[in-house]
């Protein structure tokens, strides 16, 4: 089997999630270098939302990390969620303020799940939930599609865009409770806000949420 083994890490080495290098044995998802230049934000990178309290987010979402999320997403490069998540969990678990009943991802619509095949933010959940020894719990349903945010420009284009995008799935589950809702990158905002707002409005007493990159 060891024998295998090694051949198979000759023809398929592991690679640096960020930039691609081969990794060495005892790398865990990233290699050396990515340790020391990637864009790491201070104080977990927390904003302050409007309809949810923050969000935190160990990453900037510039250079390799941007590259990385560009083959995460589009170029099924799903296994990065497993590396992701322990860096969203880490970041989770360093902020003070961050209390949670129940762990929860923005979901994909049906369309753009069946065109890409699986549902980045979902697996994203999973795997920092995992790491929390949590689970994650669907609380919200996309029926409609609509236009890709990074395709608009400032923050109201992109609030009317995803108005009404979203519903909660079971009110009677999130009544009363404090949701902890991921999603793969923040920009505007605008996205996490609406997503708040319905889970708010369905009876969930407060939002905090946790992105693995943020925007400048």
């Not at 497993?82 to 970041?91: E, F």
């Not at 678990?93 to 923005?106: G, N, Q």
């Not at 549902?119 to 669907?138: F, T």
């Not at 902890?180 to 806000?193: E, P, Y």
């Amino acid at each position: 089997m060891k024998f295998f083994s090694k051949i198979l890490d000759i023809l398929f080495p592991l690679k640096c999630v960020f930039c691609a290098r081969v990794l060495n044995t005892d790398d865990d998802g990233w290699c050396d270098k990515c340790t020391e230049n990637l864009p790491f934000t201070d104080n977990s990178g927390k904003q302050d939302g409007d309809t949810f309290d923050f969000c935190v987010s160990p990453l900037y979402y510039r250079n390799n990390v941007r590259k990385s999320f560009l083959r995460y997403k589009f170029k099924n490069s799903s296994g990065y969620a497993l590396i992701y998540g322990r860096l969203l969990a880490d970041c989770i678990r360093e902020t003070p303020e961050m209390e949670y009943d129940l762990i929860t991802w923005v979901p994909l619509s049906e369309k753009h799940l069946r065109k890409r095949g699986y549902d980045q933010a979902y697996l994203l959940a999973e795997a920092a939930a995992v790491e929390l020894d949590d689970k994650p719990v669907k609380t919200l349903i996309k029926p409609h599609d609509v236009q890709a945010q990074s395709e608009l420009g400032d923050k109201n284009e992109r609030s009317a865009n995803i108005k009404g995008a979203y519903i909660a799935s079971d009110p009677e589950f999130i009544k009363d409770k404090t949701v902890l809702l991921i999603d793969d990158i923040i920009t505007t905002g605008s996205t996490l806000s609406e997503c708040a707002k319905v889970l708010l409005a369905a009876g969930a007493k407060r939002i905090v949420c946790a992105t693995l990159a943020r925007g400048e």
